[in-house]
């Protein structure tokens, strides 16, 4: 779910489609992982998801989104029985 409303200065100037990145990397996306068994040496069991950015047009504050977050949630979960 994408910002509507800037969270640092409230202004409704929101760019949701920016990507960010590396300088040299501009069509490499930046993904988020949640490991489910994070001590393992071999087979960890991330899971992946993209980051989406949102920048304010107004302030230029960053905000950044996991866009499945039910899915490091449910990582994070098995991690903490493990
Ligand atoms: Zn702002």
Request: glycine share 6%; hydrophobic share 40%.
């Amino acid at each position: 779910m994408l910002p509507v409303q800037c969270a640092m200065c409230r202004s409704d100037k929101i760019i949701p489609t920016a990507t960010i990145h590396e300088m040299e990397k501009r069509y490499e996306r930046l993904m988020v992982t949640v490991y489910t068994n994070p001590k393992a040496v071999f087979a960890k069991g991330g899971v992946d998801t993209w980051v989406t950015c949102a920048i304010c047009g107004e302030c230029g504050h960053i905000m950044l989104y996991a866009e499945d977050p039910q899915a490091l949630w449910q990582a994070y979960q098995a991690q903490q029985k493990g």
